[in-house]
């Protein structure tokens, strides 16, 4: 899967039917639907019945989609591989992606792919780069699979688990953007900036994304569709 012209990526929560249903009226260059982050572990099952329907279902047709699975350790994981890979997603994104979940990951998806008779590597990988161990082996994170053909930097992420304090000037998350976004040009491949958190500030975002594409990044992530076009027009 090309994914050159991806310069959004747009990240829904997979538990909203009345989101499921708008995001793409945003022209995302990618709908991200959300069975992690912003779904609750109580509402884990039923969000992620709601995006296998919301995918057979409603009109997708002029956006690639992808979904955001929960990590195979938290136990909600495998199941969401198991379900929404028979719906046929664009692709899959890997949250607080190490070598050894990628690697469990494909041997799940090629089982699924073989038991539902898909298209062998169809289903592309995007792994979320958030922690410090996957900044700092994002060279073999990115090799390990050929189904890879991008990576998302969430800088909450790992502001989080370094107890750092999030800034809009963004100083303190520098050396990882630049790391991520030149790893991923190295590679070959496509890199999603971080959320611009501000949702009603545009020139902060215009600001922010523009810094992004001059660090190396091919595209940039938002939560709000509002946001969408800010982000193609800096990376078109």
Same mark, same amino acid.
């Given at each position: 899967?090309?994914?050159?012209?991806n310069r959004s990526?747009?990240l829904?929560s997979?538990?909203?039917?009345?989101?499921?249903?708008d995001?793409a009226v945003?022209?995302?260059g990618?709908?991200?639907l959300?069975?992690?982050? !912003? =779904?609750?572990?109580?509402? +884990?099952?039923? #969000?992620r *019945?709601?995006v296998?329907?919301?995918?057979?279902? &409603?009109d997708?047709?002029?956006?690639?989609?992808?979904?955001?699975?929960?990590?195979?350790k938290?136990g909600?994981?495998?199941?969401?591989? !198991? =379900?929404?890979?028979?719906? +046929?997603?664009? #692709?899959? *994104?890997?949250p607080?992606?190490?070598?050894?979940? &990628?690697?469990?990951v494909?041997?799940?998806?090629?089982?699924?792919?073989?038991?539902?008779?898909l298209?062998?590597g169809?289903?592309?990988?995007?792994?979320?780069?958030?922690?410090v161990?996957?900044?700092?082996g994002?060279?073999?994170?990115?090799?390990?699979?050929s189904?890879?053909?991008?990576?998302?930097?969430?800088?909450?992420?790992?502001?989080?688990?370094?107890g750092?304090?999030?800034?809009?000037?963004?100083?303190?998350?520098?050396?990882?953007?630049?790391?991520?976004?030149?790893a991923c040009?190295a590679?070959?491949?496509n890199?999603?900036?971080?959320?611009?958190?501000?949702s009603?500030?545009?020139?902060?975002?215009?600001?922010?994304?523009?810094?992004?594409?001059?660090?190396?990044?091919?595209?940039?992530?938002?939560?709000n569709?509002?946001?969408?076009?800010?982000?193609?027009?800096?990376?078109a």
């Open positions: 899967m090309k994914m050159s012209l990526m747009l829904v997979g538990n909203s039917p009345k989101r499921l249903q995001a945003f022209n995302p990618l709908l991200v959300d069975l992690a982050d !912003e =779904v609750k572990d109580e509402d +884990k099952d039923s #969000a *019945l709601l296998r329907e919301a995918i057979r279902f &409603l997708y047709e002029k956006v690639k989609l992808a979904v955001r699975i929960n990590t195979l938290s909600f994981g495998t199941k969401d591989i !198991e =379900v929404i890979s028979r719906v +046929k997603p664009e #692709a899959f *994104l890997i607080q992606a190490s070598v050894e979940q &990628l690697q469990d494909e041997i799940m998806l090629a089982l699924a792919e073989k038991e539902g008779a298209e062998s169809g289903i592309k990988l995007i792994p979320v780069i958030e922690t161990k996957a900044l700092g994002i060279s073999s994170i990115l090799s390990v699979s189904r890879i053909v991008g990576a998302f930097f969430n800088a909450d992420g790992l502001a989080k688990e370094l750092m304090t999030r800034t809009q000037e963004g100083d303190e998350i520098l050396y990882a953007r630049s790391k991520v976004a030149i040009r590679a070959g491949l890199s999603f900036d971080t959320v611009f958190t501000e009603n500030d545009e020139e902060g975002l215009l600001k922010d994304a523009r810094k992004a594409r001059n660090l190396g990044f091919t595209g940039k992530a938002a939560i569709g509002r946001q969408i076009g800010i982000i193609n027009h800096v990376f």
